[in-house]
């Protein structure tokens, strides 16, 4: 239950961050998505993948929340240090300065990439091991 907790907590920074963070990046020329709109997107996904990890906690879930933070991560980090330049409708989003709001949440991202990634490797050994406990109990009553 822990790793749920923890995991849905980095899902929920980094969508209150994207949050506050939206409002101030809503410009965009006609044809283009806002980065705006793109966090605000970020943030509902964060939000609905770190409700469905905390209420489930399934292998699912953690995939998903795998995605979500680690493409979040990936996202900040890409943009931070490489300046793309705007493609399709999207915006060049280069900004090379950290700030508490984007340090926290890379931090948040991470951390929620490494817990969803060990959810993720820790229902996949509990449902590995459900059926050999179960083939093990079977041998001992036989014995």
């Known amino acids: 239950m822990v790793l749920r ?3 849905a907590v980095a ?8 949050l506050f963070l939206a409002p101030g ?12 709109t793109l966090f605000l997107l ?9 409700l469905w990890v905390l209420v489930r906690g399934s292998r699912a879930s953690y995939a998903a929340a795998l995605v979500v933070a680690f493409s979040a991560f990936a ?3 890409l943009y931070r240090y490489v300046d793309v330049p705007a493609f399709g409708p999207f915006p060049a989003m280069y900004d090379p300065v950290w700030f508490f709001s984007k340090t926290l ?8 990439t490494i817990l969803a990634a060990a959810g993720l490797v820790r229902s996949n050994r509990a449902r590995r091991g459900a059926p050999d406990a179960a083939r ?8």
């Open 5 to 7: 907790i923890l995991t």
């Open 105 to 112: 949440s890379a931090v948040a991202e991470g951390a929620g």
């Open 25 to 36: 990046h809503q410009d965009a020329p006609p044809g283009v998505i806002s980065q705006g």
């Open 75 to 77: 996202a900040v980090m």
């Open 136 to 143: 093990h109990d079977t041998v001992r009553r036989d014995t």
């Open 42 to 50: 970020e943030a509902a996904a964060a939000v609905l993948v770190g």
């Open 11 to 18: 899902l929920f920074i980094d969508a209150g961050v994207h």
